[in-house]
Nanobody, 121 residues
Framework: QVQLVESGGGLVQPGGSLRLSCAAS????????MGWYRQAPGKQRELVAT???????NYADPVKGRFTISRDNAKSTVYLQMNSLRPEDTAVYYC???????????????WGQGTQVTVSS
């Protein structure tokens, strides 16, 4: 089954940038739609961005214009470039493998360990 390992989190000041990476194994990466979720303390996990196998990206409203999802099929890796970070972006970020059914994204397999992003001055 798919295994996901996230990295790249850290502490950054408001307005700063981070690039998250997620290495996938055990799946047919190039065929999967990949996504990034985040979970802030006391809140439910939410879907932040997805990218189809063809490279089409979708974003949640709070991150549109600031975050960019991309993928490298040769490396079985998906990225999340985060710019203009805000304190409300503070969360543990998780990637996912999944698929689209119509306009809905569905993930499968276990969660990775996540990577902590903290935006604070």
């Amino acid at each position: 089954q798919v295994q996901l390992v996230e990295s790249g989190g850290g502490l950054v000041q408001p307005g700063g940038s981070l690039r998250l990476s997620c290495a996938a194994s055990g799946s047919r990466f190039s065929r999967d739609a990949m996504g990034w979720y985040r979970q802030a303390p006391g809140k439910q996990r939410e879907l932040v961005a997805t990218i189809t196998s063809a490279g089409y990206a979708n974003y949640a409203d709070p991150v549109k214009g600031r975050f960019t999802i991309s993928r490298d099929n040769a490396k079985s890796t998906v990225y999340l470039q985060m710019n203009s970070l805000r304190p409300e972006d503070t969360a543990v970020y998780y990637c996912s493998a999944g698929y689209y059914s119509g306009s809905d994204y569905y993930r499968f397999g276990p969660w990775g360990q996540g990577t902590q992003v903290t935006v604070s001055s």
